[in-house]
C-alpha cells in the first residue's frame, strides 16, 4: 500500500473526467458507435455509472462471485465470521464504498485502478459489483443489496468533501482502503438522519426481522450505522440463507 499525493486544494472535491478514461480501470473503454446520417444519436454513458460489462468479463465474475460466495457462507479462515480480521467484511464495504465514490463523481487518485482480471482481492468496480449481486441473487437478497448501495451512495456524499480527498489520499493502488476508513464514509447516510430502524427495514430486503436481530446479536460488524450496518446484516442473512440452501441440496 502506499499513498497518493493530491495536487489539488485539499477543500475541493476531484470529479471524474468527462473523458473516457477515468483511470479506475485496467480495461479501455470502447469508443461509441458513430450514427449513421439520420440516425438517432447513440446514448452515451454517464461518467458516474460504470462501464458497460463485456463478453470477457464473464469469467471474472464467475470466479469472483465464487470467492464472495465462499467468503460469505463458508467456515474456514477466508470466511468473514472464521478471520478474526477486524476488517472481516472489507469486501464488501469496499465495494459499497467504490460504488458510493463513482455515484457521487469523486474521481480516484492517479494510479489507482480497479481490475476485474486481478487474481487476489477486488475491492471494486463493475466486475465486483456483479459478482456480489450474483451471490445476493442466489440468497434472493437482491432487495437489501440495492438498499445497501443506494446509502452507500448517500453516506459518501454526506462525508465533507475535504475529509473524503484526505481518505482517498491514503488509498492503495488496488481500491483499498482502511476499515476504520470504509465505515466512515458508509456511515455518512446514518448521519445523515436515517434511524436505527430504517437501518433495520433498508437492510432486512426479503428477511424476516428474527433473522436480523439474530445477525445483530452475533457479531460487532452488525452494530454499526448507515451503509456499513446495512451491508453488515445482508451478509449475516445471506450466510444464513445460502448456508439453508446447501444444508437442502445435501439432504436431497
Not at 454513458?45 to 465464487?66: F, I, K, M, T, Y
Not at 468473514?80 to 464495504?93: E, K, N, Q, V, Y
Request: aromatic share 4%; glycine share 12%.
Amino acid at each position: 500500500m502506499h499513498d497518493q499525493k493530491n495536487d489539488g486544494s485539499s477543500d475541493s472535491r476531484r470529479t471524474l473526467p468527462p473523458s473516457s478514461d477515468d483511470g479506475d480501470s485496467s480495461r479501455t473503454r470502447s469508443l461509441s458507435p458513430q450514427p449513421e446520417p439520420g440516425s438517432p444519436a447513440s446514448p452515451v454513458q454517464p461518467s458516474n455509472e460504470w462501464p458497460d460489462l463485456e463478453p470477457e468479463d464473464e469469467p471474472h465474475v464467475e470466479r469472483h462471485a465464487a470467492v464472495f460466495r465462499n467468503f460469505i457462507a463458508g467456515d474456514g479462515p477466508h470466511s468473514f465470521t472464521g478471520s478474526g480480521r477486524g476488517g472481516a467484511l472489507s469486501p464488501l464495504f469496499m465495494v459499497l464504498v467504490h460504488h458510493g465514490l463513482r455515484r457521487n463523481d469523486i474521481a480516484l487518485p492517479g494510479g489507482v485502478m480497479l481490475n476485474g482480471a486481478t487474481p487476489g482481492p477486488l475491492w471494486g468496480g463493475p466486475v465486483a459489483e456483479a459478482a456480489w449481486q450474483s451471490v445476493f441473487a442466489s440468497a434472493r437478497n437482491l432487495d437489501g443489496w440495492a438498499n445497501c448501495l443506494t446509502m452507500a451512495v448517500a453516506g459518501v456524499g454526506a462525508v465533507a468533501p475535504a475529509r473524503v480527498d484526505e481518505i482517498l489520499l491514503g488509498m492503495a493502488a488496488g481500491g483499498y482502503i482502511h476499515r476504520r476508513e470504509q465505515e466512515e464514509l458508509l456511515r455518512g447516510a446514518a448521519a445523515a438522519g436515517l434511524s436505527a430502524e430504517d437501518q433495520a427495514n433498508l437492510a432486512a430486503g426479503s428477511d424476516s426481522l428474527a433473522v436480523q436481530q439474530q445477525a445483530q446479536d452475533s457479531s460487532a460488524d452488525a452494530v454499526v450505522a448507515g451503509a456499513a450496518g446495512a451491508a453488515a446484516f445482508l451478509a449475516h442473512s445471506t450466510r444464513a440463507a445460502l448456508r439453508d440452501a446447501a444444508r437442502r441440496d445435501g439432504a436431497s
